[in-house]
């Protein structure tokens, strides 16, 4: 049986391969994690077949590291490129140039993806993410429907038609934050003419790299997960929506609101349920310090 370290090892060879079959040819690594990468083999977790390296050293000096794979690049390329999964993104500005050129290439890709063969079959555009690549709030939910399918948009449909109203009475717009989904392509329903079906945790799994990129390049302060399948997606199997949303949560690195889906409350049009999600969004605009009127803390109360 591979020891922990073979695994470890399999592993990331494995992720980086798929890094590189996708175009990706750098990674972002913090200064700290190249210290440590360079570090000699000390004791018995060292790869098998391989001598332990132990250089002499003064006894005011820190033992060295278990030993793993150096990993080069060019600082200044660390900097503009995505964090591997997990990792916290590099809070280092990103040159705006090689931003936009790294979010171009990344579009690129996605709307040549063929990966899920039933899925690039059956679509009509895919749906990679609309706003702005320097937003401080990103909004992601969990599939394009027929309408975003139709434009190539997320959140067209009735339910971003909702959406947009949700972030035009935060005092923003669909300009100033970014739009995304986890699947860049419509679920097909193979025999239906309407309706939807909630993504397979393969096709999420599958797709989820290219948000990873998104979100890393993006850099929010904030990330809305919309609706059950959107944090589960993001957050694997979870307690559901209804005992989640509300509760500020992590991912890579990133402050996560959850909260209902739009087309939720297009089902249920109870002043209530409207009203958790705007606590929802207050808690938002107060994590990004946006001023908030008496307006609207006062929104969906009863008078």
Not at 48 to 74: C, L, M, N, W
Request: contains cysteine; charged residues 25%; aromatic residues 4%.
């Amino acid at each position: 049986m591979p020891n922990a370290y073979n695994q470890l090892l399999d592993a990331t060879i494995q992720h980086l391969e798929d890094l590189q079959s996708r175009g990706v040819r750098h990674v972002a690594v913090a200064p700290e994690t190249l210290h440590a990468l360079a570090q000699p083999i000390v004791g018995r977790d060292a790869p098998p077949g391989r001598p332990e390296k132990v250089s002499p050293r003064k006894s005011d000096e820190p033992a060295a590291r278990p030993y793993q794979k150096t990993i080069s690049a060019p600082v200044a390329e660390q900097e503009t490129l995505l964090a591997l999964p997990g990792e916290t993104v590099p809070t280092t500005p990103l040159d705006p140039q090689a931003k936009t050129a790294a979010f171009a290439a990344l579009r690129e890709r996605a709307l040549a993806c063929v990966k899920c063969p039933h899925l690039a079959s059956s679509r009509k555009n895919v749906a990679f993410g609309v706003g702005s690549i320097d937003a401080q709030l990103m909004f992601i939910g969990e599939a394009p429907g027929a309408d975003e399918d139709e434009q190539g948009e997320p959140f067209v449909g009735k339910a971003g038609q909702l959406l947009t109203k949700i972030i035009q009475a935060t005092g923003l717009s669909r300009a100033d934050v970014y739009i995304a989904n986890i699947l860049k392509c419509r679920p097909d329903t193979p025999g239906q003419t309407a309706g939807n079906r909630k993504p397979t945790s393969d096709e999420m799994a599958t797709c989820i790299p290219y948000l990873h990129e998104q979100i890393d390049l993006i850099r929010p302060k904030v990330i809305v997960a919309l609706g059950a399948t959107a944090v589960e997606g993001l957050l694997g199997k979870t307690l559901g929506i209804t005992k989640l949303r509300g509760t500020w949560k992590t991912y890579r690195g990133t402050p996560l609101m959850p909260t209902y889906h739009p087309a939720y409350l297009l089902r249920n049009q109870a002043m209530s349920e409207k009203r958790k999600v705007w606590e929802d969004m207050l808690a938002v605009m107060e994590k990004l310090g946006m001023p908030i009127s008496e307006k609207q803390r006062n929104y969906f109360l009863k008078g």
